[in-house]
């Protein structure tokens, strides 16, 4: 069975009442249950959220160690933790793939979400599509049939 890493950084366990106008009403667990109904029975999805900056980069290099997809969630850190570029860039060197997902569309809103220090050492990039930006990442590191 392969594994799917689905890391999501701070506040995004506090989906389903975190401004639910922009993200939404579901929380993680549901997120959780429409990725595994996609991913079928040989892929597991290993479903995680920290506001922890060092636990995020952990389960990176974890992702290197055990050679695992990931769908990256950086929340916040997308806009200017350095670290966890620096440690997406050693998933995709290793040629694991890193796709780095949003629920909004950053590019829509505040001025300072609108560079990402992830997106340029990230395989690709889908965001703005709700949960469905992770189902979408999914497809690609996790094809069906
Ligand atoms: C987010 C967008 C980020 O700007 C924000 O800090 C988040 C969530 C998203 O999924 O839309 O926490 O990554």
Redesign the pocket.
């Known amino acids: 069975m392969s594994r799917v890493l689905v890391l999501n ?4 366990g506090r989906l389903g009442s975190r401004e639910p106008d ?2 939404g009403d579901q929380d993680l667990s549901a997120l959780r249950v429409l990725l595994i109904e996609q991913a079928g029975p040989a892929v597991e999805i290993d479903l995680r959220q920290t506001d922890d900056e060092a636990e995020l980069i952990r389960w990176l290099h974890e992702a290197v160690d055990t050679a695992s997809p990931v769908i990256l ?4 850190f ?2 200017y933790s350095y670290a966890l570029r620096d440690a997406a860039a050693l998933v995709t060197k290793a040629g694991i793939p890193l796709v780095e ?6 590019h829509a ?1 505040e001025e300072f ?1 609108h560079s990402s220090v992830i997106s340029g050492v990230a395989t690709g990039v889908i ?1 703005g599509f709700g949960f469905d ?1 992770y189902l979408l990442a999914l497809r690609v590191v996790a094809p069906v049939g």
Do not use: D, E, Q
């Open positions: 950084g701070p506040n995004l922009v993200y969630n950086p929340a916040a997308t806009h997902v949003h629920i909004s569309n950053p809103r979400r965001a930006s």
